[in-house]
């Protein structure tokens, strides 16, 4: 009863039988198992635990249990002890699809692209339609740059199951990274299904009515960076007439005041009294929005620093001699891909090495500690930056008056674009939609220059490059 209950997701009723069926037999492992599950759905995870435990001691080759206790870790993070449960399912079980796809995701999520592959294979040899096995197939083909081959993958795991956000926004990515942005814009649209929105306005949202006289709410929705990237589409739809109310993170609401991108700003997190508006949009959904399939309004700058924080910074750092380098190489932690697009502060050694060149710290907060461990100059700014005068307030007047900046792909990249300054980005070898593919520029910020990746996780050969393209801008300055 408890297990035909279970099957139609009655699972509250479901528990009450699994509890009697243990009351009568407290050794039946099985029940252990799928009152774990329970459990685990709703979140009540230590319990869970010790129930999969108990089902596993109870019954030693219980494959399925150590695939559920695995699955259990995935969702804690706790990488290394999902992999090990399931590899002991596999252990037990060899031609178990299952346990071998969800392996084959937590090896993806640790850069071991290889083994991920060869498991996602074998679980699709069992079972040619899982769709788990294809799509973190898809995960690792785009993660070695493999476009088309990802591309298919994502379409396999979607015949598993039409309507899977995750393999559509995966699909995204391929198309827009390939620059079709016919399609990947609207696949794009996706993402709300995957995250969705903080909080969504009780406003009709905006499909392509006359703008003029109207207000539009657009809404941001991802990171900081995604944020100033497309803030620049403001100015698309006060050109269509539209008076336009930019609602963003508290972050940005100090740098985004002074400029003239919207008429009026809305911070996150205040949603209970959302402006009153005749529409609203996604910010990310503005390409797809506006039938922007090719050309990206990539004038700059689009941002601009406070005019005295800016003066103050010029003559402040007018005392620094030589080449003044921007560095930033550590992003927000809780995103899911920054231990590959971090970059350790070493790596920055070959440039602090270069006559003549001295490199100035944009990093705030984690990140900065390594400043202490390693041993070349840094000018570290982090206690001035920002703390009088809001967030990337300084931040943005010092890069303005800097010669470059070498960033990982963070917000910095993004603000340093925004505002036009020289920006060199070293990225990660796993392709970011937004940058495309094979090349060393970019529609959105033109004044950036991108150095990738060669090998996956390898920065030595980027900085390399970087630190050569740092000397040939010293000759062609001394020519001048």
Not at 119 to 136: F, M, S, Y
Not at 198 to 217: H, I, Q, Y
Not at 267 to 292: F, I, K, M, Q, V
Not at 332 to 349: G, I, M
Request: glycine fraction near 6%.
């Amino acid at each position: 009863l408890a297990n035909l209950l279970f099957g139609l997701g009655r699972w509250g009723e479901a528990a009450t039988h699994f509890e009697r069926a243990l009351a009568l037999k407290p050794d039946w492992a099985e029940p252990h198992n799928s009152l774990a599950i329970i459990l685990a759905q709703n979140g009540h995870l230590e319990q869970a635990r010790q129930r999969f435990k108990r089902a596993i001691a109870l019954r030693p080759d219980f494959a399925e249990a150590h695939n559920n206790l695995g699955s259990l870790f995935w969702t804690e993070n706790r990488l290394d002890e999902a992999a090990a449960e399931y590899a002991r399912a596999i252990a037990l079980k060899p031609d178990y699809a299952e346990a071998r796809a969800n392996l084959g995701n937590v090896l993806a999520r640790q850069g071991r692209l290889d083994e991920a592959a060869a498991e996602c294979e074998r679980a699709i040899a069992v079972r040619p339609d899982h769709g788990l096995a294809h799509k973190t197939l898809a995960d690792v083909r785009l993660s070695e740059g493999k476009i088309d081959e990802a591309a298919a993958s994502y379409e396999r795991a979607l015949a598993s199951n039409p309507r899977w956000p995750d393999a559509h926004l995966g699909l995204a990515t391929c198309y827009l990274t390939r620059g079709d942005y016919e399609r990947g814009w609207a696949a794009h649209e996706w993402r709300l299904e995957v995250a969705g929105l903080a909080a969504r306005p009780d406003l009709p949202r905006w499909r392509g009515e006359s703008l003029v006289g109207r207000s539009l709410l657009l809404v941001a929705e991802q990171g900081l960076g995604d944020t100033i990237q497309f803030a620049r589409y403001a100015r698309e739809f006060r050109q269509r007439g539209a008076r336009v109310v930019l609602a963003v993170q508290r972050l940005l609401v100090p740098l985004l005041s002074i400029q003239s991108l919207a008429d009026e700003l809305f911070t996150l997190g205040s949603e209970s009294d959302w402006p009153r508006c005749d529409y609203y949009l996604p910010l990310l959904s503005a390409p797809a929005a506006l039938g922007a399939t090719r050309a990206i309004p990539g004038d700059v700058p689009y941002l601009l620093p406070d005019r005295e924080l800016s003066e103050a910074w010029q003559r402040e750092l007018a005392a620094i001699g030589g080449m003044k380098i921007g560095i930033a190489w550590q992003g927000s932690r809780e995103y899911f891909s920054d231990p590959w697009r971090s970059v350790p502060l070493t790596e920055f050694a070959s440039l602090a090495g270069l006559p003549g060149v001295q490199l100035v710290s944009l990093q705030k907060g984690f990140g900065s500690e390594q400043i202490a461990t390693v041993d070349f100059a840094v000018i570290d700014l982090a206690e001035r930056l920002d703390n009088a005068t809001g967030p990337f307030m300084d931040t943005a007047a010092v890069i303005r008056n800097l010669d470059l900046v070498v960033t990982s792909n963070t917000a910095i990249a993004h603000l340093a674009g925004a505002l036009a300054a020289p920006v060199s980005l070293a990225l990660h070898f796993s392709p970011d939609w937004r940058w495309l593919q094979e090349r060393d520029d970019s529609p959105w910020y033109p004044t950036m220059r991108i150095f990738r990746q060669t090998k996956f996780g390898q920065w030595g050969d980027v900085f390399a490059r970087i630190a050569a393209d740092v000397v040939h801008r010293l000759h062609e300055a001394r020519a001048e």
